[in-house]
């Protein structure tokens, strides 16, 4: 063995920063997903269709440049009626969240969340201190709000809350939100409005009285382009510099840019796509009602159901069917909860179909 080789194998393997070691992994279960997806709030058919012929006019040479974020930057805040200073486009809301965590958070800071909620505020989150505090709703899953209010201290960073709620589909009141921002001056306030076009309450109006709230939207689910990876944070531009500052200057590729601006535009087929999910949603509701499944009223394009000891069984025989559906039992306070995406109407009926096939198959009844 030479020196080299003697010296490398003596010393210890290397280790990343204890936050990494101790932080949460996610790894959501994309594996085989052939069947009719209601399992991760996707939109279940298709973006505009004026999003493929942008798709289409790409030419070789554009595949060659590096992509422009701000002229599109521009676009999408004259669409929203904001500035371009106040619109940071991110690698889907993901990538925000971790922008957010990185930016604002440091070691001893806390950061405070509801739970059960989407799980990469947890990652983003510890991998920059251990300080996150946890408020978990009670078995009703309406938004803790006096408790939430209540763990807001000196200490209190970040704080990020998802309206409508992921995997709920329950909602935070804007006055609410605002009470919690104007209760944490000190805090950056990030609102979660992922699912807002199933719902239509915002706090994007309050952006220019509210100086530490931002708001994150992502264009995955109403917008059908999840697989292009884009979202926006939107806020007060001086917060917003900081977080433009540890932000790659290329962190959304240039196919998702281009497609961006003729989807914002498209705003009839997103009015339609938002019905259909409304529409179908209350089909959902009504049908889990029938069938006496308990769930929670959602405002999102979801619905998580309380099935009970039987959950895995349920999204086995729902597999069986050619329908994907999302168990979400180890989420904090959701021990055999399965959740459900409603999607285009003809998707909501082969998905109602295969769920009423299934709860006999499997001898499901209510507790
Ligand atoms: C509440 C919430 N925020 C953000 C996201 C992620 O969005 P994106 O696809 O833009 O990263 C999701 C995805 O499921 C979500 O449920």
Redesign the pocket.
């Known amino acids: 063995m030479d020196l080299a080789t003697e010296a490398v194998t003596k010393t210890k393997p290397v280790q990343p920063r204890r936050a990494v070691l101790a932080m949460p992994e996610y790894h959501p279960p994309l594996d085989a997903r052939s069947a009719l997806r209601l399992d ?2 996707e939109n279940t058919l298709s973006p505009s269709p004026t999003v493929l012929a942008r798709i289409n006019a790409i030419t070789a040479e554009g595949l060659t440049k590096y992509p422009e974020r701000e002229p599109v930057e521009r676009i999408v805040a004259t669409h929203f009626g904001l500035n371009a200073d106040q619109v940071l486009l991110t690698n ?4 925000a ?1 971790h922008l957010m965590c990185i930016a604002f958070l440091e070691d001893g800071d806390e950061a405070l969340i509801a739970t059960p909620t ?1 799980f ?1 505020y947890d990652v983003g989150i510890r991998l920059m201190t251990p300080g996150l505090v946890k408020v978990q709703s009670d078995e009703t899953m309406a938004f803790p709000f006096e408790r939430f209010l209540a763990a807001i201290n000196e200490k209190t960073k970040l704080i990020i809350v ?1 309206s409508p ?2 995997p709920t589909g329950t909602v935070v009141s804007r006055e609410q939100l605002l009470a919690i921002a104007a209760a944490a001056p000190h805090a950056v306030m990030m609102v ?1 409005e ?2 807002y076009h199933f719902d239509g309450e915002t706090t994007i109006h309050d952006l220019d009285s509210i100086p530490n709230l931002v708001i ?1 939207r ?3 689910k109403a917008y059908g382009l ?1 697989n292009l ?1 884009i ?1 926006m944070l939107v806020g007060n531009p001086e917060l917003l510099k900081y977080v433009r500052k540890v932000c790659s200057p290329y962190n959304v590729n240039g196919v998702a840019l281009e497609c961006l601006p003729a989807a914002i535009a498209d705003e009839a087929y997103l009015a339609w796509y938002a019905e259909q999910v409304r529409v179908g949603r209350n089909r959902v509701m009504a049908t889990l009602e029938e069938l006496g499944v308990p769930f929670f009223k959602s405002h999102a394009n979801f619905v998580l159901m309380q099935i009970g000891p039987l959950h895995r069984e349920l999204v086995t025989a729902m597999r069986a069917h050619g329908v994907l559906l999302r168990d979400r039992s180890s989420d904090p306070g959701c021990d055999g909860f399965v959740r459900i995406t409603i999607g285009v109407e003809e998707h909501v009926t082969k998905g109602l179909e295969a769920l009423k096939a299934s709860l006999k198959e499997i001898g499901w009844s209510k507790a």
């Open positions: 991760f709030n889907g809301v993901d990538e969240i989407f990469m998802a709620n992921n979660d992922a699912y994150g992502t264009f995955s999840a990876r979202g």
